[in-house]
């Protein structure tokens, strides 16, 4: 099984609402991570997680609160989002040696759209 | 890491080779080169890397230059699935994280 799968992978939110993004790979990754891609630009670093302990925060947002419950899931907090927060936010895992080959596995993402 | 600079779009024909050219002047002796492409739509996927050695695997090549500054990524024969984004990427091998990406290099393959 060599998947990444984020649900849901289309989210419609007020700017009062409080949802969440799923992520769940089961290929023994111990690194997760989430991106966020804006429209015709590149996919921008937002957090890593390594072996479920957050390690990397991009000076993200607190309306956007990351969770690693456990080394399968991750999971995307939002609340109180604005509508330039609606993008395309992809999820990637690798492998437990800390990404040392630089191979990670994204998913499909989830496309949200901020009212 | 070490920035890099790639051409915004290229055509290509189908069944031609994709020749994707990437300059990192500034990279340093531990940098790796990685090469990811976006379809439209879908999450980036891993093509190949290397530090200064050329590479081949079942999707590409990868030729690095002597002095390690650009590089080269060629897709042999390309179809129209190979219409994507196509990133080149500089990275510290080793226990780090960080996968910072680019512009890239829109890639339009034409029957």
Redesign the interface.
């Known amino acids: 099984d060599t998947e990444?799968t984020q649900t849901p992978k289309h989210l419609v939110m007020g700017m009062t609402n409080k949802k969440s993004l799923k992520c769940e790979q089961h290929m023994g990754h111990r690194?997760m991570?989430w991106y966020k891609q804006k429209a015709k630009k590149?996919?921008?670093?937002m957090f890593?997680y390594?072996y479920e302990k957050l390690?990397?925060n991009e000076s993200v947002p607190s309306r956007f609160s990351p969770e690693c419950p456990n080394s399968s899931l991750l999971n995307l907090h939002l609340h109180a989002l604005q509508p330039e927060d609606s993008a395309l936010y992809?999820c990637?895992s690798?492998h437990p040696?800390?990404?040392?080959?630089?191979?990670?596995?994204?998913?499909?993402?989830s496309r949200l759209t901020v009212l | 890491d070490a920035k890099t600079t790639q051409p915004p779009s290229m055509d290509c024909a189908e069944g031609r080779a994709a020749n994707l050219p990437c300059n990192h002047s500034t990279i340093s002796g531990n940098e790796?080169v990685?090469w990811y492409r976006?379809i439209h739509?879908?999450?980036?996927?891993?093509i190949i890397?290397g530090l200064k050695n050329n590479e081949t695997n079942e999707m590409a090549s990868l030729i690095i230059t002597e002095d390690r500054k650009s590089s080269t990524l060629i897709l042999p024969h390309a179809t129209l699935r190979d219409t994507a984004?196509y990133?080149c990427?500089v990275?510290v091998?080793?226990?780090?994280?960080?996968?910072?990406?680019?512009?890239?290099t829109l890639l339009t393959v034409n029957p």
């Open positions: 990444v690194a991570y590149p996919p921008e670093l890593v390594s390690s990397i992809l990637a690798s040696d800390g990404g040392r080959t630089g191979e990670l596995f994204f998913g499909e993402g | 790796y990685y976006q739509s879908q999450g980036p996927q891993y890397h984004v990133y990427i990275r091998g080793g226990s780090n994280y960080k996968l910072t990406f680019g512009k890239g």
